[in-house]
T-cell receptor
Framework: GAGVSQSPSNKVTEKGKDVELRCDPI?????LYWYRQSLGQGLEFLIY????????KSGLPSDRFSAERTGGSVSTLTIQRTQQEDSAVYLC?????????????FGPGTRLTVT | SQQGEEDPQALSIQEGENATMNCSYK?????LQWYRQNSGRGLVHLIL?????REKHSGRLRVTLDTSKKSSSLLITASRAADTASYFC????????????FGQGTELSVKP
């Protein structure tokens, strides 16, 4: 079946603009995660959705970042008033139900460049 | 701060040789996972070892876990040029759901 997909694959935006990044998880995977990868910070956890539970937002770096997951499937990560330090590859992953102790399947990522 | 610290940061070997990468972590874990990344994009899961396991094998991969030392190692035997990639360890902490905390990674180069 299809893997995790993300769109767009690349996004260039001007400082101060808002951006939306989309993630389509593997069908049937109720756990969904967002991470970002940058040269200076490595791979960082951002937010985690599990079923109908309240999301774990502990990794979001500022209140400019938010994410939602509609219908338990597709997720959108929104960055408001983008800054140059937001430039990174944003990776989405999903895993089988329960999420605890299970391997995560990653999408190809969205490379965000803020100019 | 990152949970996992990996060494070496970079490793260059010849095809056919074995490659060993090490990972250390700070707090108690539920499990530890290893991932591979090619060309700075999507990660591919390699192997998961639970906190009550000491060793696990998958093909040419061998992972060990020492919870008393809070460390793990990934051994790739008989390496191939196609193994050239970045390798990351990631820990899943107790009572933290499934989120993973990644190490900084080891960049492996296998020369033909």
């Amino acid at each position: 079946g299809a893997g995790v997909s993300q769109s767009p694959s690349n996004k260039v935006t001007e400082k101060g603009k808002d951006v939306e990044l989309r993630c389509d998880p593997i069908s049937g995977h109720t756990a969904l995660y967002w991470y970002r990868q940058s040269l200076g910070q490595g791979l960082e956890f951002l937010i985690y959705f599990q079923g109908n539970s309240a999301p774990d937002k502990s990794g979001l770096p500022s209140d400019r970042f938010s994410a939602e997951r509609t219908g338990g499937s597709v997720s959108t990560l929104t960055i408001q008033r983008t800054q140059q330090e937001d430039s990174a590859v944003y990776l989405c992953a999903s895993s089988v139900p329960s999420g605890q102790g299970y391997e995560q399947y990653f999408g190809p990522g969205t490379r965000l460049t803020v100019t | 701060s990152q949970q996992g610290e990996e060494d070496p940061q970079a490793l260059s070997i010849q095809e056919g040789e074995n490659a060993t990468m090490n990972c250390s972590y700070k707090t108690s874990i539920n499990n530890l996972q290893w991932y591979r990344q090619n060309s700075g994009r999507g990660l591919v899961h390699l192997i998961l070892i639970r906190s009550n396991e000491r060793e696990k094998h998958s093909g040419r991969l061998r992972v060990t876990l020492d919870t008393s030392k809070k460390s793990s190692s990934l051994l790739i035997t008989a390496s191939r040029a196609a193994d050239t990639a970045s390798y990351f360890c990631a820990t899943a902490l107790y009572n933290q759901g499934g989120k993973l905390i990644f190490g900084q990674g080891t960049e492996l180069s296998v020369k033909p």
